[in-house]
């Protein structure tokens, strides 16, 4: 599958505008973490999505129709599909948790951050994230690496 979209930016100016320079534009664009929030904003102003109601929302977007998709970064350190509640030191993967939260969302919308400025996207259906997980394409709880995943949506249709 070819990506739905890329994402650009100018890494001078932006680094012009934050008034810091081009290797911290860098850094920050590429931590999933820190990233996330302006590429939910803009995901949704190229696909005409809307924000979640709240940071707290079990979604990140809501399409024209009222579906609801989640936003997840592939970086350097891959990607992963559980809730977040189920990552981090301290937090461990609940498979029951992360089908309910499969079965909430329409699917994905997948960007590859690690290639900033030039970020593509993916908009992939649950169907997909549930035909990998049925399959044990993904990890036991649901993090794979960056190449695992360019090397699954390169093969969907």
């Given at each position: 599958?070819?990506?739905?979209?890329?994402?650009?930016?100018?890494?001078?100016?932006?680094?012009a505008a934050l008034r810091v320079d081009v290797q911290s534009v860098r850094e920050y664009f590429?931590?999933?973490?820190?990233?996330?929030?302006?590429?939910?904003?803009?995901?949704a102003r190229e696909e005409g999505f809307k924000l979640a109601p709240s940071e707290g929302a079990?979604?990140?977007?809501?399409?024209?129709?009222?579906?609801?998709?989640?936003?997840?970064?592939?970086?350097?350190g891959g990607i992963y599909f559980c809730p977040s509640y189920m990552v981090g030191s301290g937090?461990?993967?609940?498979?029951?948790?992360?089908?309910?939260?499969?079965?909430?969302?329409?699917?994905?919308?997948?960007?590859?951050?690690?290639?900033?400025?030039?970020?593509?996207?993916?908009?992939?259906?649950?169907?997909?994230?549930?035909?990998?997980?049925?399959?044990?394409?993904?990890?036991?709880?649901?993090?794979?690496?960056?190449?695992?995943?360019?090397?699954?949506?390169?093969?969907?249709?």
């Amino acid at each position: 599958m070819k990506p739905t979209r890329t994402l650009t930016w100018n890494i001078e100016e932006v680094a012009a505008a934050l008034r810091v320079d081009v290797q911290s534009v860098r850094e920050y664009f590429t931590d999933g973490r820190r990233v996330a929030f302006l590429i939910e904003r803009r995901i949704a102003r190229e696909e005409g999505f809307k924000l979640a109601p709240s940071e707290g929302a079990c979604f990140d977007l809501m399409d024209q129709s009222g579906g609801k998709w989640e936003v997840r970064n592939i970086t350097r350190g891959g990607i992963y599909f559980c809730p977040s509640y189920m990552v981090g030191s301290g937090r461990s993967f609940d498979s029951p948790g992360f089908l309910r939260k499969l079965a909430s969302v329409n699917g994905y919308i997948v960007t590859d951050i690690e290639s900033f400025p030039t970020v593509p996207y993916w908009i992939l259906p649950r169907s997909a994230v549930e035909t990998w997980w049925q399959g044990s394409r993904l990890g036991t709880c649901t993090k794979i690496s960056r190449e695992r995943m360019l090397e699954l949506v390169k093969l969907l249709p």
